[in-house]
């Protein structure tokens, strides 16, 4: 008996770990899909713009000021459309990172919990909005309303397209940033409050630092947000590649670009047609510098705090 009891734990013992290890591989399924496309993209990327510099330096791509490539004088400078990305995306950022850090101090430290349970699905229905709808808002009321205080503003432009995207974004910022302010400890809202600290100082001073690696981590959605916008720039700011840092004259960004040659006639495989792999491949070293960037923003408020 004994050695037969014996065999029935062993018994179980391995059909346990059966079932363990099936469960583990059921979940380790879904979480390697994310890094499967990734890497599926990054390939095609690379595959697609080799073929592209094959025929185009690649120190004309990045210092050539035109970028024609559909015309009979062809150029590929990429800065047009890089400085378009920046230009709109720098607008966009000023406008979310403020307001969205107030609106996530505002719900965390100071709103009831009825304004904080109402505001807060209403803040994040702005984020289900399709992107189309935010571009013929910024083209047909923000820019006419623009055109009101600067007569001179033409009807495309960088500024209406980026206000409009600073908008979109906020409630990215506000609702992460809420929930890594509401994760902090309340002992330490209660510490600087018995230090005599107000609710401000305690917000600002001690709750904002100590959450500071949740709210990065949202500036850094923001900022990936704001960088792969395509549909409000592609509306509102024009498609116009030229080199400029005026947001009050029409521009192209790097998405705007692709989703116009994307939705033409050009044959794939041609070179006018890889343009859109060259760019779409520094888009993604732009968005891999601002996570780098923010990673190594994290991990130094982490020592510090």
Known sequence: MTGRAAADRLSRRRVRRVKERSIEVVLFLPASVSVVTTIGIVVILFSESFSFFREVSLADFLTDTQWTPLFADAHYGILPLLSGTLVTSGIALLVAIPLGTLIAIYLSE????????????????????????????????????????????????????????????VPYISSLSEDAMRAVPMNLREGSYAMGATRFQ????????????????????????????????????????????????????????????????????????????????????????????????????????
């Open 110 to 169: 100071f709103a009831p919990f009825t304004v904080r349970e109402i505001g807060k699905p209403f803040l994040e229905l702005l984020g289900g909005i399709p992107t189309i709808v935010y571009g013929y808002f910024a083209l047909l009321f923000v820019t006419p309303l623009l055109q009101v205080f600067f007569p001179s503003l033409p009807g495309f432009n960088m500024l209406s397209a980026g206000l409009v995207m600073g908008i979109m974004i």
């Open 202 to 305: 305690t917000a600002w001073r001690v709750v904002t630092p100590a959450a500071f690696s949740g709210i990065a981590a949202a500036y850094i959605l923001g900022i990936s947000r704001a960088v792969g916008e395509t549909m409000i720039v592609a509306i509102a700011a024009g498609m116009q590649p030229d080199l400029t840092w005026n947001p009050a004259e029409p521009a192209a960004t790097i998405t705007s670009y692709i989703v116009q040659v994307a939705l033409g006639d050009l044959p794939h495989g041609s070179l006018g047609y890889q343009t859109i792999f060259a760019a779409g491949l520094t888009l993604a070293f732009i968005t891999l510098l601002f996570n780098v960037m923010g990673h190594v923003l994290r991990k130094r408020f982490r020592q510090a705090y």
